[in-house]
Structures are given as structure tokens and as C-alpha cells.
């Protein structure tokens, strides 16, 4: 089993900055790819990026060139530095894991409680 606690949400002005961290414990050995994934409101959860064991990323049309996925394979760490915000980025962000190297939230296995990022004025 795998826990995930993310950290870091808030509320910030367009075009400000924020970062998320995950951090993951229990059986990280079983981990390749991490994850961040979004859901506002009424809306289906989609990709906002994930990044495998070896570094490799994947990121979802709205964020690219604004946000960006890094990792701490030895501590168990996932990190989502997101620039220039838009008040569309608003949502509560999920941290996932598992041991596939997909996109598609089905294809995780865990998954954090969230926490919520609101961009407003």
C-alpha cells in the first residue's frame, strides 16, 4: 500500500505562482509513475501532469509551458510548480500513483485526499 498527503494549495491572484508537493509512504518501492490531476465542480478529473521513475513527463494541454512536474524518486516526492495561474486553474488537485506509466486517472492506484488551489481576484 502506498499513502499520498499533498500540501501547498491555496488561494492566489491570476497570474501568481504556487507549489505542490506529494509525499508518498509506505510501499514507494512498487511506484513508477506519479501524478497530479485536477477536478473543479461538475467537471471530470483530467491530467494536469505525471512524471515516471525515469523522469519522463507527460503534461495536459491547458497547463503546458506554465506548469511543470518534478521528482524526488529517494524520498518519495512529487512536486507541481505552477506558473502563471489562471483563474480556469481553479480546482482541487489529487496526487497519484501506481505502477503504470499512463495518463489516464484509471490507471492509478492511489490517490491522495487533494487540495484545493483557487485562483482569484
Do not use: H
Not at 508518498?24 to 511506484?31: E, P
Not at 494536469?48 to 497547463?63: E, H, K, L, M, Q
Amino acid at each position: 500500500q502506498v499513502q499520498l498527503v499533498e500540501s501547498g494549495g491555496g488561494l492566489v491572484q491570476p497570474g501568481g505562482s504556487l507549489r505542490l508537493s506529494c509525499a508518498a509512504s509506505g510501499s514507494i518501492f512498487s511506484i513508477n509513475a506519479m501524478g497530479w490531476y485536477r477536478q473543479a465542480p461538475g467537471e471530470e478529473r483530467e491530467l494536469v501532469a505525471t512524471i515516471t521513475n525515469d523522469g519522463a513527463t507527460n503534461y495536459g494541454d491547458s497547463v503546458k509551458g506554465r506548469f511543470t512536474i518534478s521528482r524526488d524518486n529517494n524520498r518519495g516526492l512529487v512536486y507541481l510548480q505552477m506558473n502563471n495561474l489562471k483563474l480556469e486553474d481553479t480546482a482541487k488537485y489529487y496526487c497519484a500513483a501506481g505502477q503504470a506509466a499512463g495518463i489516464e486517472p484509471a490507471e492509478y492506484e492511489y490517490w491522495g485526499q487533494g487540495t484545493q488551489v483557487t485562483v482569484s481576484s
